[in-house]
């Protein structure tokens, strides 16, 4: 079973940056496309950023000129840089992945990263 694993999230005060990473556990494993989502409390989840296999990209409006979605393939790693951020950026932040491992492709949900941005 493939596993996503995120890193990146933690305490941030407004108008300052994280990055957040996302890669399949294994080596055999690597991205096609992906999307960050997030959930704030009380609220439901929401895409925030997506790339295609093609490397065409997407960004809610909420974020647009402030997060930047990448991919790197010789790490196998995806990444969502967040700049200026704002207190309603705060959530749990997921990346949902299509990894290719050799044969066939499958969507997986990594565990969830917090951010929050707070002074």
């Known amino acids: 079973q493939v596993q996503l694993v995120e890193s990146g999230g933690g305490l941030v005060q407004p108008g300052g940056s994280l990055r957040l990473s996302c890669a399949p556990s294994g080596s055999s494993f690597s991205i096609r496309a992906m999307g960050w989502y997030r959930q704030a409390p009380g609220k439901q989840r929401e895409l925030v950023a997506d790339?295609?296999?093609?490397?065409?990209?997407y960004y809610a409006d909420s974020v647009k000129g402030r997060f930047t979605i990448s991919r790197d393939n010789a790490k196998n790693t995806a990444y969502l840089q967040m700049n200026s951020l704002k207190p309603e950026d705060t959530a749990v932040y997921y990346c949902?992945?299509?990894?290719?491992?050799?044969?066939?492709?499958?969507?997986?949900w990594g565990q969830g990263t917090q951010v929050t941005v707070s002074s």
């Open positions: 949902n992945a299509e990894v290719n491992n050799g044969l066939t492709s499958h969507w997986y």
């Open positions: 790339i295609s296999s093609g490397s065409t990209t």
